[in-house]
């Protein structure tokens, strides 16, 4: 059976070294909680780092790796100059703050850190490579391992990789902002299964492949080269039940009848957040503020308090952030206290799992206001405690857990005015309504908690993979480029057959500017004159155009996919069909149209046909208006009856025209049959339309595609530097 491999930026312990003693001590936190049923229950490896062992001898270190074995812990052991560049610099000096859309919080030397996260997600990829076995599923967590999908599929692309994102993802135009963009993308999509925490993640997600890396999305998955990546929704939940257990525990109670007790009367508010920019604190105590200037007959009669876990003191944003917050809750005080109470009780300090319970029990009401959060598992903890199904929830937008949690007053964090609002409406609903908004949410946590979250993550991994087809031939290796090269070195003749873009020439944005270089010239003029060898060039482009560029050569042209051809540099260009422009006169409008309403679009009129490019037009906009002037084409020629004279075609970023019929494939057929060339035969094409010469080649032939993108073709190179290496290969 296919095992679980668990990989997380840490271990879920924490090593204590305290008085010589060594102690393992498991972590608490939504991750550790939700995959506790799964490491324990499938004998499951867990992958990360296990913390700073640097006051660790080398004798107590064995005793740690020997524990670490009996739980199935595999470490990764990083330098504390690698973590702090990778997780304090990258991680959440650049990715973090991004992905929460405070875009001026990213750090101006990232380009510093940018190496040693490549190196850490490397690190942590050939860990995993080295534990994992044929057929197991690793699941990759969180934004600091974003690189490490694409990197363990090159070393083992025989296992089955997940991939989830705990924060949000951002929209597209702030992801671009990201010098790192493609390279943070491309490795995500290494994985088999992408999930997200919301909807809304996973479409901004969607529309990022489109606008950065040009990847149209089908639904809920996007193909890269030839394999299937999925992206499902998937949010976290709690470990329910160990709440709903302590809402029932005798002493916990007690603890709530104390707190109850203490606030005489008053009813209680609570915030309990980790010391963050993004969680809200201080539009949050404004808002207190607010409503209390706004309704004072409240001052003695609301006890609102917020607790804050200390995270990162020793970074200056953060200690600026804990100043302020200071300063708010002490001018609140100053001036809405009374001789007997002050409405605010703000704590920095960490609050253990029972003291919280407590704390959610006893509030009256709950503020969860980030103005920007993944999931917050802190509002699902406070329903889960409700056990009379009272208290209400007042819940930001901006929090992933809002997408579920409809029944809570949803918020707008950044309107303070709102919040205050808000704040009077929950402390004066009527009780039925409390009660029915808080049944509906605990009916939602309890029945979709922590695990039954981990369990349908997995279920999807195993459904992608038994969902995936056999694996394309990757990239042909150097080796057997060169053993292909003397092969067809050693053929008495060879005829040999080319596409031009993307296959001898990089694609450009602008067509017109993939002029031949010099190096090509001199590499096609030299395959010419190599005893008994042919060599062709069968292009897309207008005949006219391609005389210009490759016409001085001794070597055969075909343009328009075929539809003109000229055999020999002193020949005339000649036609394999009679061209008819009836078609063409009624299709100029509409190529017109979409070249005049698509910025950064530009229209080729050829001899038979068009073709209009997108290459430099909005990603997004521009594949949807390809898809609609397909679909205009379509419905033009069959409402005139000239679909048996015109056919579209979508390649790579363009949409053209061309006769029906006309395709790459017949100049191979035409060779064949009137005997003018060697059926051992080398052809090269990067795009669907070289597909019709490959399924035209002999037996004999040989069919290399340039390229990541689906093919029938037994040989594949990278790029057209690649291709171009292989032909010099002929003439060395």
Known sequence: MARLLIVSNRLPMTVRHEHSQISIIPSSGGLATAMKG????????????????????????????????????????????????????????????????????VQRDAWANWNTF??????????????????????????????????????????????????????????????????????????????????????????TLTSVVRLATRGESVMVADREVRLGVFPIGIDAGYFTGMAADATIQEEVSRLVSEAGGRRILLGIDRLDYTKGLPRRLLAVERFL??????????????????SRSQVESYARLRKELDEIAGRIN??????????????????????????????????????????????????????????????????????????????????????????????????????????????????????????????????????????????????????LAARLKALPALTILLDYDGTLVPFSDDPEFSVPDDDLLKLLKKLSMRPETQVHIVSGREHIQLGEWLGMLPIHLHAEHGLWAR????????????????????????????????????????????CWH????????????????????????????????????KGTLVVETRPFGMNKGLVIHDMISNNIANHRMLVMGDDTTDEDMFMALPPEGTAVHIGLSKSIASWRVPDPETARSLLRKLIE
């Not at 004072?296 to 009669?301: A, V």
């Not at 260009?573 to 100029?588: F, Y």
């Open 567 to 610: 055999n020999c540099p002193a020949g005339e260009w000649t036609s394999r069909i009679p061209i008819d422009g009836s078609a063409k006169d009624l299709l100029r409008p509409l190529f017109k149209k979409f070249a005049r309403t698509t910025p950064g679009s530009r229209l080729e009129e050829k001899t038979a046909g068009f």
């Open 118 to 207: 490549v190196e850490v997600n490397r690190l942590y990829a050939e860990t995993a490579a080295a534990s994992a076995s044929p057929g197991d599923l690793v699941w990759i967590h969180d934004y600091q391992l974003s690189l490490m999908p694409a990197m363990l599929r090159r070393l083992r692309p025989d296992v089955t990789i997940g991939f989830f994102l705990h924060i949000p993802f951002p929209s597209s135009e702030v992801f671009r902002i990201l010098p790192w963009r493609n390279e943070i993308l491309e490795g995500m999509l290494g994985s088999d299964l992408i999930g997200f925490h919301t909807f809304s993640y996973l479409r901004h997600f969607r529309q």
């Open 334 to 483: 100053a001036a809405h206290g009374t001789f007997g109470a002050l409405p605010v009780h703000y704590l920095v300090r960490s609050v253990d799992d029972r003291a919280l319970a407590a704390l959610y029990a006893a509030a009256d009401v709950m503020l969860v206001t980030p103005i920007r959060d993944g999931m917050n598992l802190v509002a699902k903890e406070y329903v889960a405690m409700r056990a009379h199904d009272d208290g209400v929830l007042i819940l930001s937008e901006f929090a992933g857990a809002a997408a579920e949690m409809t029944e809570a007053l949803i918020v707008n964090p950044f309107d303070i005015d709102q919040l205050a609002q808000y704040i009077k409406r929950a402390l004066t609903m009527p009780k039925s309504e409390v009660y029915r908004r808080m049944k509906r949410l605990r009916q939602r946590v309890i029945g979709y908690d922590a695990f039954t979250w981990a369990e349908d993550f997995i279920t999807g991994m195993k459904e992608a993979a038994a969902a995936a087809t056999p694996a394309r031939p990757g990239m042909s290796s150097p080796g057997d480029l060169d053993a």
């Open 293 to 310: 200037e706004r309704h004072p007959e409240w001052r003695d009669k609301i006890r609102f308090l917020q607790i804050t876990v200390p």
């Open 38 to 105: 799964p490491h324990r229950d499938s004998n499951a490896l867990w992958v990360g780092w296990p913390g700073d062992l640097g006051r660790i001898s080398e004798e107590q270190l064995r005793v740690i790796e020997k524990e670490f074995e009996n739980q199935r812990l595999v470490p990764v052991y990083l330098s504390s100059n690698q973590v702090k560049r990778f997780y304090e610099g990258f991680s959440n000096g650049v990715l973090w703050p991004l992905y929460h859309y405070d875009t001026e919080k």
């Open 614 to 649: 997108f290459r430099m037009a909005e990603p997004e906009f521009g594949l949807e208006q390809a898809q609609r002037l397909a679909d205009a084409i379509d419905q033009l020629l069959s409402r005139n009856e000239l679909t048996a004279h015109q056919e579209v075609l």
